[in-house]
């Protein structure tokens, strides 16, 4: 081989070695500051025209269409590209998967514009934080308040803040074994107000004539002027959207209620009444 031919064939090298520096540069920030469909058209467009620009050097230099060359360099473009694309993909996989999170977050607290009277659980628990009075509970199931559902966490957040601001909440729910199994739980959320948390146990053959999802009224003795609010769950597969009662019917709700209360008598949930009430 004569000095010109290994002349030409280092220079073809040098070419080779240059493109895949500066496809190796390219496409790590193609990584790190790629933010759109459009940058990543221009990052493969650069691409392709570094690659056919080292082939037209090769050509030149050796002058043939050594193929091995082109291979090689093809080779090396291919794989550079198939491992940024792959790390790409697992950085979207992972972009995707956490605004998927929070768009199912964010459906939690933002209100459909078309419908004032429909409420998202956390923004229920936020009207709760700020109620003023005492708090009524109907519960067919204390779903919400205790075991391990998914509102129950951020449910009992608010009553222990609450409790703290001392207000008062009655339970109405119905006599079921399931019931007096979950008030245990039920009273560690109110550890250190036991004063603070009230329950009327009712007949489960009559409180199925009052409610079959949750009710909470707001104020319901009316104090300082303020009227009973109403609110009921959706007795939907996905727990946690509630509708505002008309005034009206909030307070036709109330009377019900305070009936019921007057009947059965609320007990203060302890140790010693928790006991009890699950050997009656």
């Keep these: 081989m004569s000095v010109f031919d290994k002349v030409k064939g ?24 790629i933010v759109n469909i459009y940058q990543l058209a221009t990052a493969i467009a650069i691409i392709i025209v570094l690659v056919l620009g080292n082939t037209i050097i090769v050509n030149f230099f050796l002058n043939s269409s050594n193929s091995d060359v082109l291979d090689s360099t093809l080779e090396a473009v291919k794989s550079e590209y198939d491992t940024a694309m792959k790390q790409v993909t697992s950085e979207n996989k992972k972009m995707l998967q956490s605004v998927d999170r929070q768009i199912t977050s964010l459906s939690q607290m933002v209100r459909p514009r078309d419908f004032e009277w ?16 005492k708090v009524w509970l109907i519960s067919p ?47 560690r959320t109110f550890e250190g107000y036991d004063e603070l948390l009230k329950i009327v146990i009712v007949p489960a053959e009559r409180f199925t004539l009052l409610a079959d999802t949750h009710v909470l009224l707001f104020n ?33 709700m109330r009377v019900i209620v305070k009936d019921m209360i007057d009947e059965y008598q609320p007990t203060i949930l302890s140790e010693e009444s928790n006991h009890n009430l699950l050997h009656t």
């Design 10 to 33: 280092r220079l073809a090298e040098i070419s080779i070695t240059v493109v895949l520096f500066v496809l190796t540069i390219l496409l790590g920030q193609i990584l790190e500051e």
């Design 118 to 133: 429909l409420f998202p659980h956390a923004e229920m628990t936020e009207m709760e934080k700020s109620v003023q009075g």
């Design 141 to 187: 199931d204390l779903g919400n308040d205790t075991g391990d559902g998914p509102l129950v966490d951020s449910v009992r957040l608010t009553l222990k803040f609450n409790a703290e601001r001392g207000i008062e909440y009655t339970y109405i729910v119905p006599d079921t074994i399931d019931i007096k199994a979950s008030l245990k739980d039920l009273h």
């Design 220 to 252: 319901p003795d009316e104090e300082n002027g303020n009227m009973t609010e109403g609110y009921m769950e959706l007795p939907l597969a996905q727990r946690g959207w509630w509708v505002q009662m008309s005034s009206k019917h909030a307070g036709r």
